[in-house]
């Protein structure tokens, strides 16, 4: 029988389906998938009638059963196509088939006459090949896979296509195939396709290679699954350190063996790999021995509590050469911002920093250039550059899910979620961290676990989640990660979520512990976090102001000329242990500075400090006045606690509207009346709104007149909060 027309198919459809069923697209789908093959057309048609959509599960069948009843060369051509997939030579499908090429032509065409192949001689649709595929016995299957891929090799097919053949056949039984799997691993990278590179070189594992090409292909592997998978990719650090002994792994590979023992937090194998590199560049020998001075001063300043490493870095500074120029290009600005960030070169360190994310992208062939990129948004993290840091963020976790990364794209959430909490936005910086530790297991963190534990613990505690924050607390992490840069960030965040649960002394011993990580960085004003006015409200804690003031006075007397965040903060501590009649004019300095760094909690703090301090001085109409800007600084962060501390009923009198009237009065300002509505709920004066909007004072005067009305308010003081 011919195939159905169009009309044929459309007829057949209105009185199996009915007319309201059977539109003209569904019908012309039909056609399309069926090429009017009578048998195909009803098995789609009782799909549809099952589950009320085209599911062309029944044309493969139909076709398998029309197959079946043909000759038996016909089910052999057949299968060869549906492994060598789309239109095939004939000569391919004869041999793969081993059937004489004249049948194997008369088998194509009779497929095409009845509908079930197009006149290209390519299957209909995807789940023909696939019915025909899963119809046979799997060792038939995995040999056919097999032979196809020695076709396609000797053929001059791209790597990649010979590779899906040996990934479909489950295994590399052909000779060709470690060369092959390593080109298609490339090519697949070259292409954006991370999860078919990764399948090519684990399957590539599994070849008959000699032991430079097995440690080759390891160390491919564990460069992606470090980006993809970094739970499982420490499996490959000893393989990859007997690799190192035998001299099979170049500089590159080299290298990131260094990074992958320092993120795993494997010390003792980092210290003796990095001690055998400068053995063998004393000798002269060796592949990976140029880099050797980056590598110790990286892992030095990736871990500046660990004396060992920090030893063998001075060593290797004083008896080694300047390094060669390094084989991978992101290995000397990773070594260098490391440097500047805990060295406290403030201008060379955001220069850099800059220059790194102008130019940066993600690149799949290095390990180096995620570390690369996290330290430079970290420099800029530490400048207060923070409105850059969560753009760059935002576009590089982009990037890397695109890319199947999850490693960095977690790492980019978390240092999105610090610079939140560095804004004071508490729910924000939670959640984002949060994410980052859904997105990676535990394991695959290593070390870093602590750093992002380390934000979660802060802004669950800031925020007054305490249950929360408990159950961080009790999260394991690994040991070495309090000796790494990370250990800094963790510990603080302890501290002050002992401090919040009344444990001053265990608080005190996680504050001065952060002390040990400043002993190593020099400089001024290089302290990453702020431990000595922490160390401060824990001895205040114990009513021991002796020892307060003495720490306060030391972070003073450390900190470079001009305001600062850091400068903010030991005012507000400051003013603590000083007279009632200096608190006012020391706190009115500590919230001006506060103000200007972007950091909305701590400004709440230090503006309920000053609003008290103006209580105990007995200026009433001053305490209120700072008490509302408080509050409404405090609801913005989510600090809910904090308002509570700020001892201010919420519903004003004088400012009580409904949410609809405040909504409705929100939505009606303008962009320019918004803008300067935050500020002034801030607590900029209008003078300092006019410098930072590049207008009049007056200007400004006037659109606040207008967002009062708006929002039914009469004094900046009660301005809405989430403005």
């Not at 290298?255 to 992958?260: D, F, Q």
């Not at 949060?434 to 070390?447: D, E, I, N, S, Y």
């Not at 002993?519 to 001024?524: A, G, I, R, Y």
Request: charged share 20%; with cysteine; hydrophobic share 45%.
């Amino acid at each position: 029988m011919r195939p159905l027309s169009r009309s044929g198919v459309d007829a057949l459809a209105v009185r199996l389906l009915g007319p309201h069923t059977a539109s003209p697209r569904l019908t012309a789908e039909l056609h399309r998938i069926s090429g009017g093959n009578p048998l195909a057309v009803q098995a789609l048609i009782i799909d549809q009638q099952a589950g009320g959509a085209c599911y062309p599960e029944g044309y493969g069948r139909a076709l398998l059963e029309l197959v079946a009843h043909s000759r038996p060369s016909m089910l052999s051509v057949v299968r060869a196509l549906a492994v060598l997939g789309g239109a095939a030579p004939v000569a391919d499908v004869a041999r793969l088939a081993r059937v004489d090429a004249t049948v194997t032509g008369w088998a194509l065409h009779a497929l095409v006459s009845a509908g079930l192949l197009t006149e290209g001689q390519a299957f209909r649709h995807p789940v023909a090949a696939t019915a025909v595929l899963d119809d046979m016995p799997a060792d038939r299957r995995a040999a056919l896979h097999r032979a196809a891929a020695e076709l396609l090799h000797e053929a001059g097919a791209p790597a990649l296509t010979v590779a899906g053949q040996l990934l479909s056949a489950g295994d590399p039984g052909v000779d060709c195939a470690t060369e092959v799997l390593i080109t298609a691993s490339d090519e697949a990278l070259a292409t954006g396709d991370v999860s078919t590179a990764l399948r090519c070189l684990d399957l590539a594992q599994h070849t008959r290679a000699d032991d430079p090409t097995a440690a080759r292909i390891r160390a491919r592997l564990s460069r992606l699954e470090w980006q993809l998978k970094p739970q499982v990719a420490v499996r490959h650090l000893h393989p990859q350190l007997r690799d190192f002994t035998a001299g099979h792994l170049d500089r590159r590979e080299v290298s990131e063996l260094v990074l992958g023992l320092a993120e795993a937090g494997a010390l003792d194998e980092l210290t003796a790999l990095l001690d055998a590199l400068r053995t063998r560049a004393h000798r002269g020998a060796g592949s990976g021995t140029e880099d050797i001075r980056p590598l110790t001063n990286w892992a030095a300043m990736a871990y500046p509590l660990h004396t060992g490493l920090r030893k063998l870095a001075h060593s290797v500074a004083a008896a080694t050469p300047e390094a060669a120029p390094c084989h991978d290009p992101w290995l000397p600005s990773a070594v260098t911002l490391a440097e500047d960030l805990t060295r406290g070169r403030d201008e060379q360190l955001t220069h850099r920093a800059e220059l790194l994310l102008r130019t940066f992208h993600l690149d799949h062939g290095s390990l180096w250039n995620a570390e690369s990129g996290a330290l430079a948004l970290r420099a800029l993290l530490y400048a207060g550059r923070l409105e850059e840091v969560l753009a760059w963020c935002e576009k590089l976790e982009t990037a890397a899910a695109a890319h199947q990364a999850v490693a960095w794209q977690g790492r980019f959430l978390a240092i999105r979620a610090e610079a939140h909490l560095r804004q004071g936005h508490l729910i924000s910086a939670h959640d984002l961290a949060a994410r980052a530790m859904a997105l990676v297991p535990p394991k695959g963190w290593g070390v870093g676990l602590a750093g992002v534990l380390g934000c979660a613990i802060l802004a669950a505690t800031r925020s007054g989640r305490l249950e929360q924050a408990e159950k961080y607390v009790a999260q394991p992490i690994p040991e070495q990660a309090l000796h790494s840069r990370h250990g800094a960030h963790y510990l603080h965040a302890r501290g002050h979520y002992r401090l919040a649960t009344h444990h001053p002394q265990a608080a005190l011993a996680d504050f001065l512990a952060c002390g040990r990580f400043a002993e190593t960085w020099q400089p001024p004003g290089a302290d990453v976090v702020p431990w000595r006015t922490s160390a401060a409200e824990a001895w205040l804690a114990q009513d021991d102001q002796d020892q307060a003031k003495r720490l306060v006075r030391e972070q003073m007397a450390r900190l470079l000329p001009g305001p600062s965040r850091a400068r903010g903060l030991s005012l507000r501590t400051l003013a603590a242990v000083s007279r009632v009649t200096r608190r006012p004019q020391l706190l009115t300095e500590a919230v001006d500075m506060l103000k200007d760094s972007g950091d909305d909690y701590e400004l709440a703090r230090a503006l309920i400090d000053l609003s008290i301090a103006f209580k105990d001085t007995g200026d009433q109409r001053n305490a209120r006045r700072v008490a509302h800007r408080a509050w409404h600084l405090a609801k913005q962060t989510g600090a809910e606690h904090l308002c509570r501390e700020a001892a201010l009923d919420p519903i004003d009198p004088e400012a009580a509207m409904s949410a609809d009237q405040r909504q409705d009065g929100l939505s009606a300002l303008t962009t320019q009346e918004r803008r300067i509505a935050l500020l002034a709920a801030k607590g900029y004066t209008n003078r300092e709104i006019a410098a930072k909007l590049y207008i009049t004072a007056s200007t400004v005067e006037q659109h606040l007149t207008r967002v009062f009305r708006k929002v039914n308010v009469k004094r900046r003081q009660d301005l809405p909060h989430f403005l």
